[in-house]
């Protein structure tokens, strides 16, 4: 007679003799008994490869582009639009398709960021149809692996001993990507060149998905511990269990903070109050990594050190952050000012920073008020405009030594000035306007300092046209592109040609915001030969208010209409074209559907800035 075969057990010598079947239940409700690690390290392996398998694709078809993008620079330094025609039409039909289809698609027809409105609520955007892909393959790759037991168990408890270990081990793992996502200063932006505010959504996500396994976790265990109670024909000990035992205790802490964050951080909770969200977002966070890592400890958890690793990427991550604060913005004497000049709908707000940035056109900041908000926060406001002057201080001493002939040479101090337009909503900059509006002339000069400058991660020079979309406030974001182009131009150091500005506002109060550089870039050299301004006002007080100025600056009433310029500007391109937005969803959604429209019968590129979180 065959006898039945000896199942292995975590948790046993490998002499043991001891049968998997004739254990009891309540031998796998504690400790690894019955969990698979071998399994378990086999999950983590591959989901690690599958992540660096995408960032390595990502990262080769980003050198492919860039070096097309170089090459296309290069090659059309001082040529005409005649010359750059070759490079004006597509290569092959497989890049043009992708990026009409996948990677510039949203995930049903033209909607990606316009927000979902519940009467005021704000219950958030679609990702990408890239993005739904990459999410869920993800998420779907968690799941196989949690699925992926050994059902064929002679003992049925342990097949949830097996669960509670797989679940447990990949909440642990999938902390790690997690954490990366939140960061500001996470590598993977500048390497993969991609936008914090896609890997926001990333992050978001991820840690649902973090909970979900948490929760899973928890109720096989509760599942194991039901069964072994009714084995022994006792009461239910479920909730006795957690009495005198740090080991679930704090594991059971983890899940509820997770399991708040899950709710608070939901799109219409966030955006009703985001300054409390975000502290209680990190607090709970904190609490959440803190009982993991006690709860794997305690434990004797092998995985217990990617939780370590994670608390020590956030506490490394923000000490980076709060030292280049520190180092930008104080000093020995004299710290970052900031002027608020109160402005229609708006403040202009300009920062004499304490030492010198380095700055790129696109880039945005992170703005703190320490004595307006009773918090840390900080907003991101996309820099409109910047000055780098050297301030020379000569002796008037004539040198009669070789030392005072050194010491007599010119001091320079170079001093960095930007301005962000802070648009007045709610909370911040509600308040920030009502204070400079209150003050005698309009401005006040209040503490503050700011973090950055991130962003601003691809250049425009290898383009021949370029159109710069801009809805409201988001003109900021542009008017750096404009400037840049245009004196590349006059130094022959880009290939551009032709420059459109396009700018919607909704009354003429918004011109004031950016009054002063316009007038600047409007009498830079080469202005009249290379860039074009649209004025779109949806809502003008009279009439007569619409009114062009020339040729190169022109005035319209009513809504743009994006997909009639693209068509119309993409009919008299010279060269490649690149198409950039920053401004409302629905209109940046506009945008991105035209240039879909036109993807596969030229060279046309989109970027899209925006906050989304």
């Known amino acids: 007679m065959a006898s039945t075969p000896v199942q292995k057990v975590h948790g046993l010598p490998p002499a043991s003799n001891y ?55 290069i090659f059309n330094l001082d040529s005409d639009h005649v010359q750059q025609a070759y490079w004006a039409r597509n290569g092959s039909v497989t890049w043009p398709w992708l990026k009409k289809h996948l990677v510039y698609a949203p995930l049903i027809k033209k909607r990606h960021n316009r927000n979902f409105q519940m009467g005021r609520l704000n219950m958030g955007t679609l990702p990408s149809r890239f993005h739904t892909i990459l999410l869920t393959l993800y998420i779907l790759s968690n799941i196989v692996y949690c699925c992926f037991l050994n059902y064929k168990s002679c003992n049925k408890v342990a097949i949830l001993a097996e669960l509670r270990g797989r679940t447990g081990h990949l909440a642990f793992v999938n902390m790690m990507p997690l954490m990366v996502f939140a960061g500001r200063n996470n590598v993977l932006i500048p390497l993969l060149r991609v936008s914090f505010d896609t890997f926001n959504i990333f992050h978001r996500w991820i840690s649902r998905l973090v909970v979900a396994e948490a929760a899973a976790h928890t109720l096989a265990w509760m599942a194991a511990k039901d069964v072994a109670d009714k084995h022994a024909k006792q009461q239910s000990t479920m909730m ?17 903070a997770m399991m708040i964050i899950l709710i608070q951080a939901s799109s219409a909770v966030r955006h009703l109050a ?77 920062y004499q920073l304490k030492r010198p940035w380095q700055m790129r056109p696109g880039c945005h900041v992170y703005a703190h008020f320490p004595t307006l908000t009773w918090s840390l926060s900080s907003h991101p406001f996309s820099i409109a405009w910047y000055d780098t002057t050297a301030a020379t201080i000569e002796s008037e001493k004539l040198p009669s030594t070789t030392v005072d002939l050194a010491n007599s040479l010119p001091n320079r101090k170079t001093t960095t000035t930007i301005t962000l337009i802070m648009s007045r909503k709610s909370g911040m900059t509600a308040k920030l306007h009502a204070r400079a ?48 182009l245009l004196a590349s131009y006059t130094a022959s150091t880009s290939a551009v040609q032709k420059i459109v500005l396009i700018w919607s506002v909704r009354t003429q109060d918004a011109f004031d915001w950016v009054h002063p550089w316009m007038s600047e870039i409007l009498q830079m050299p080469n202005r009249r030969e290379v860039v074009k301004v649209l004025l779109f006002v949806t809502k003008p007080r009279h009439a007569g208010d619409v009114v062009s100025r020339s040729a190169q600056v022109k005035m319209f009433g009513g809504r743009c209409k994006p997909g009639r310029i693209v068509e119309e500007e993409f009919e008299k391109r010279k060269g490649a074209m690149a198409v950039t937005v920053c401004g409302p969803g629905a209109f940046a959604d506009e945008v991105r559907g035209a240039v879909r429209e036109r993807v596969e019968e030229g060279v046309v590129d989109f970027q899209e800035e925006s906050f989304s979180w």
């Open 19 to 73: 049968s998997i079947c004739s254990m009891a239940p309540g031998n796998f409700t504690h400790g690894l008994m019955g969990v698979n690690l071998q399994m378990d390290n086999t999950t983590t392996y591959t989901l690690w490869l599958t992540i660096v398998a995408v960032c390595l694709v990502i990262v080769i078809s980003r050198l492919v582009q860039g070096g097309i993008s170089q090459l296309r620079h």
């Open 240 to 256: 006795l269990a957690f009495n005198d035992n740090p080991f679930l205790s704090w594991g059971l802490a983890s899940l509820f």
């Open 274 to 350: 985001y300054e409390t969200f975000l502290h209680l977002h990190q607090v709970l966070a904190f609490v959440a990594f803190l009982g993991a890592a006690i709860h794997g400890h305690k434990g004797g958890l092998p995985l217990t050190k990617y939780v370590y690793v994670t608390i020590g990427f956030w506490f490394l991550e923000r000490a980076i952050r709060w030292s280049l604060i520190a180092y930008r913005n104080f000093g020995l004497g004299s710290n970052t000012r900031v002027t608020v000049e109160a402005l229609p709908e708006a403040c202009r707000v300009t």
């Open 437 to 484: 509006l209150a003050a005698p002339s309009n401005s006040i000069t209040i503490p503050g300092y700011i973090e950055g400058p991130y962003g601003g991660l691809e250049s425009l020079h290898s383009y021949g046209t370029v159109l710069l979309f801009a809805g409201g406030v988001g003109i900021t974001h542009q008017l750096s592109h404009v400037r840049d």
